[in-house]
Protein backbone atom coordinates (compact mmCIF):
# COMPACT_ATOMS: atom_id res chain seq x y z
CA UNK A 1 0.00 0.00 0.00
CA UNK A 2 0.90 3.66 0.22
CA UNK A 3 -0.54 5.28 -2.07
CA UNK A 4 -4.58 6.62 -1.17
CA UNK A 5 -5.71 4.91 -4.23
CA UNK A 6 -4.67 1.47 -3.32
CA UNK A 7 -5.78 1.85 0.23
CA UNK A 8 -9.23 2.10 -0.07
CA UNK A 9 -9.31 -0.99 -1.81
CA UNK A 10 -7.86 -3.07 0.94
CA UNK A 11 -10.32 -0.86 3.52
CA UNK A 12 -13.61 -1.45 1.50
CA UNK A 13 -14.67 -5.02 2.26
CA UNK A 14 -13.77 -4.82 5.88
CA UNK A 15 -15.64 -1.44 6.36
CA UNK A 16 -18.60 -2.74 4.63
CA UNK A 17 -18.37 -5.58 6.49
CA UNK A 18 -18.41 -3.47 9.79
CA UNK A 19 -21.26 -1.06 8.93
CA UNK A 20 -23.42 -3.76 7.91
CA UNK A 21 -22.81 -6.27 10.35
CA UNK A 22 -21.59 -8.51 8.20
CA UNK A 23 -19.68 -11.69 9.29
CA UNK A 24 -16.73 -13.13 7.83
CA UNK A 25 -18.31 -15.87 6.13
CA UNK A 26 -20.19 -12.87 3.77
CA UNK A 27 -16.98 -11.60 3.03
CA UNK A 28 -15.23 -14.68 2.22
CA UNK A 29 -18.16 -15.52 -0.20
CA UNK A 30 -17.57 -12.36 -2.13
CA UNK A 31 -16.43 -12.43 -5.24
CA UNK A 32 -14.36 -9.58 -6.91
CA UNK A 33 -13.51 -8.90 -10.50
CA UNK A 34 -9.61 -8.66 -9.98
CA UNK A 35 -7.72 -10.27 -7.50
CA UNK A 36 -5.60 -7.35 -6.11
CA UNK A 37 -6.04 -6.18 -2.16
CA UNK A 38 -9.44 -7.38 -2.20
CA UNK A 39 -8.50 -10.79 -2.59
CA UNK A 40 -5.46 -10.74 -0.13
CA UNK A 41 -8.24 -9.23 2.52
CA UNK A 42 -10.35 -12.47 1.90
CA UNK A 43 -7.77 -14.43 2.00
CA UNK A 44 -6.89 -13.12 5.62
CA UNK A 45 -9.71 -13.27 6.76
CA UNK A 46 -9.78 -17.28 6.05
CA UNK A 47 -6.85 -17.41 7.69
CA UNK A 48 -8.23 -15.72 10.93
CA UNK A 49 -11.33 -17.32 10.46
CA UNK A 50 -9.18 -20.68 10.31
CA UNK A 51 -6.46 -20.21 13.33
CA UNK A 52 -9.84 -19.27 15.30
CA UNK A 53 -11.75 -22.23 14.69
CA UNK A 54 -13.18 -23.71 18.49
CA UNK A 55 -11.93 -27.43 17.63
CA UNK A 56 -12.97 -28.87 20.74
CA UNK A 57 -16.47 -27.49 19.83
CA UNK A 58 -16.36 -29.01 15.97
CA UNK A 59 -14.64 -32.02 17.19
CA UNK A 60 -17.48 -32.56 19.78
CA UNK A 61 -19.84 -31.41 17.46
CA UNK A 62 -18.76 -34.22 14.45
CA UNK A 63 -19.19 -36.76 17.05
CA UNK A 64 -22.65 -36.04 17.38
CA UNK A 65 -23.89 -36.10 13.45
CA UNK A 66 -21.61 -39.28 13.16
CA UNK A 67 -24.05 -40.70 16.25
CA UNK A 68 -27.27 -39.06 14.95
CA UNK A 69 -27.04 -40.54 11.63
CA UNK A 70 -26.27 -44.17 13.07
Do not use: C, Q
Amino acid sequence: MGNGTSDRYAVAPASVGAAWSLGLNKILGTIHTYPTLAEANKYAAGEWKRAHAPHKVLAWLGRFHTWMRG
